[in-house]
């Protein structure tokens, strides 16, 4: 039965801003937002608005508009259980991570996935199966799919897919300014430098105002450089960092870029990173927007103006202006100077050998890094203790300067990934001190977007690659590393390095490892991340006849074979086992189940079985909680339950035991 809630149209209609439509607000939870549409997520955007429900779920949600639901959605993982309303003008309406839909509506869910034999379902209905009034409520709020607290997501579709602002639609209430923090000098070709470095330079931002912001000291570049701003919104009485909706770059008073986010196609969340600046995101977390976009790259739709090719600024001083502003039009102004020489500008030693007093009688140890950026690619050393001596490297055939730019770290110059194409060894040695060398092996392959790519390495590794693996020519490289002893468990054999780290991926790469003769059980492929000191399980297919994993990879990585054998941890059973109970009492089975390391693929990787009948699993990432409804009331006697948890690594946890139904 349809109910219109007239009270609740009343209340909660928002003016509208876009055409002549008005669309209600889709719960009763609140009117605050936990993040607006644009927002950063890893390799995608944020297609909606997150509507906070205070941790709790159950709040009404409801129908914007008049319309007919279209689709439902249940899975454990990623939108969870969603709703589809195709609204009278065509767009469609999406309510994402609920707990329930309508009774009706889930008792038609139960039904077919019993009939699938499976939890995860999409549903699809016509116009005239199931309409619904503007008001009419739908289902309520919950905490399904992946998530990290309670809320709504909610989206606005156009009719041809695109996910578009709800914002447009939406009066939320916001009188702050975004606040920028930090802003990054990027030097994009190979002779590009900023200040003394060929790498990219982030400098703080200095409030003048409640709306105005300095970059205090001018910045020396030398050849092309482009700019990327961090810049988080807030609103009133809220804790959390939004997105803002509109920045517009300007240099010598000449408008370069305009970045805003109305509209976009999800074909284009591979894209992301050729808008916000991937390398500050994987080394410290920073959400900066370039404001810039390569030529050669794909486009994305939020770019509204884009002045390509940025040349080499002409010698002096260049202003340049940052506007940005949310979507309630609170503006912010940041302003800076660029100072670009009269004569080149050039990689030096900044600390001599004359700093230092005594040379040590041996090599130190010395970390090696390969940095790949936007502009080439760079090989450096990072001495563990000071020598102070001037230093090459050997790359085949090629001797390059080191040079000293801090204390500790040397840095040969940028080269073009066709450069170090086929290199199997990089070699360090003090020109003042011959005997002081240090080797490490490597193999590399410079591979262009036009082309696929494989190449082996002297340990029988494959490396393959589609094309338009990366966007520009990349070097990609396979050499020996050290990792942390892993939380739980132990590595086995020679941890690897893949790279680049630090350039995105728009496919994955692909590799063949060999298995070790005598594999320890419970061993599998894990990525540990050196930026944020984590590991993760990788999924991968073991070929026993070949005796190979194959994996792929969708960002650079340290892999390592580990061993782990701790089987999930089941807890808080309900009903209690071993006792005795009302057949009313028992009309599911749950507990939680946990798995810290290697982690399990939700329901797929637990049973329940019920008198030797298995049951339906619904797994909770959010809670780590398991249930399984009971469709039937159970008659009187014994009733037997096993429990199955089995974890990425085949590492098991099984329970049985029985309750007694009384009545």
Request: charged share 20%; glycine share 6%.
């Amino acid at each position: 039965m349809h109910i219109l809630l007239f009270l609740i149209i009343s209340n909660l209609v928002f003016s509208a801003t876009a055409a002549d439509r008005k669309f209600i607000w889709p719960t009763n939870a609140s009117q605050t937002l936990t993040s607006v549409y644009g927002d950063m997520r890893p390799g995608r955007y944020h297609a909606g608005l997150d509507i906070r429900t205070w941790g709790l779920t159950g709040y009404q949600v409801y129908a914007i508009d008049n319309g007919y639901i279209s689709r439902v959605r249940l899975s454990s993982k990623g939108y969870g259980k969603a709703l589809y309303i195709t609204l009278q003008d065509g767009h469609t309406a999406v309510y994402a991570h609920l707990e329930h839909f309508t009774p009706t509506l889930d008792s038609l869910v139960r039904a077919a996935q019993l009939a699938q034999g499976s939890y995860p379902l999409q549903l699809y209905f016509e116009a005239d199966e199931w309409p619904v009034t503007q008001g009419e409520m739908i289902g309520t709020t919950g905490d399904t799919g992946t998530i990290g607290g309670p809320h709504l997501h909610f989206e606005i579709r156009a009719p041809n897919g695109a996910p578009v602002n709800p914002q447009q639609w939406y009066q939320v209430y916001d009188t702050i300014c975004p606040r920028p923090s930090r802003l990054a000098v990027i030097p994009l070709s190979r002779n590009a430098v900023v200040e003394n470095s060929a790498s990219t330079q982030v400098y703080p931002l200095q409030a003048i105002g409640n709306d105005k912001y300095l970059l205090a000291d001018t910045v020396t570049v030398w050849d092309a450089c482009g700019l990327a701003v961090e810049i988080p919104d807030y609103l009133n009485d809220q804790p959390f960092r939004y997105g803002v909706y509109e920045i517009e770059y300007s240099l010598d008073n000449k408008t370069q870029y305009i970045v805003r986010y109305d509209q976009y196609f999800f074909a284009e969340d591979p894209q992301i990173f050729t808008e916000r600046d991937y390398a500050l995101f994987r080394t410290d977390g920073g959400k900066f927007h370039l404001l810039f976009h390569e030529l050669s790259h794909p486009a994305v739709s939020f770019i509204v103006k884009n002045e390509l090719p940025i040349q080499p600024l002409s010698p002096g001083y260049h202003p340049f202006h940052i506007k940005a502003r949310d979507f309630n039009n609170n503006a912010v102004a940041i302003s800076g100077v660029l100072y670009a020489p009269q004569d080149p500008l050039l990689l030096r030693d900044l600390h001599p050998v004359e700093e230092v007093n005594a040379f040590p009688p041996t090599i130190p140890n010395t970390e090696l890094s390969i940095r790949h950026g936007y502009n080439g690619v760079a090989i450096e050393m990072n001495e563990v203790r000071i020598t102070g001596l001037p230093a090459e490297l050997d790359i085949g055939p090629k001797t390059l300067p080191l040079f000293r730019v801090d204390t500790t770290l040397l840095t040969t110059p940028l080269m073009d990934p066709l450069q170090l194409d086929g290199i199997s060894s990089l070699d360090l040695y003090y020109t003042n001190a011959p005997n002081m060398r240090k080797s490490w092996p490597v193999t590399t392959m410079a591979v262009v977007p036009e082309s696929n790519f494989m190449f082996k390495t002297l340990d029988d590794i494959v490396v393959t690659g589609p094309q338009n693996c990366f966007n520009d020519t990349a070097l990609v490289w396979i050499r020996p590393t050290i990792v942390p002893k892993p939380e739980i468990g132990r590595s086995v054999g020679t941890a690897l390095e893949v790279g680049p780290m630090l350039i995105p991926y728009n496919q994955p790469l692909t590799l063949q490892i060999p298995v070790p003769p005598a594999l320890p059980p419970h061993t599998g492929l894990f990525a540990y991340n050196p930026f944020s000191d984590t590991w993760s399980f990788l999924e991968s297919d073991l070929d026993i006849q070949r005796k190979v994993w194959k994996v792929k990879l969708t960002e650079g990585a340290h892999i390592a074979m580990v061993q782990e054998t701790e089987p999930p941890e089941i807890l808080d059973m309900k009903p209690p086992w071993g006792g005795s109970l009302m057949s009313a009492e028992v009309t599911e089975i749950s507990f939680t189940v946990t798995d810290v390391f290697t982690g399990f693929d939700g329901e797929n990787d637990i049973q329940i079985i019920l008198d030797d009948h298995p049951l339906l699993v619904e797994y909770n990432s959010f809670h780590q909680h398991c249930r399984a409804l009971i469709d039937e009331p159970l008659s009187v006697g014994p009733h037997s339950i096993l429990i199955l948890a089995e974890d990425n690594l085949g590492n098991q946890n099984l329970l049985k035991n029985n309750i007694i139904v009384t009545e």
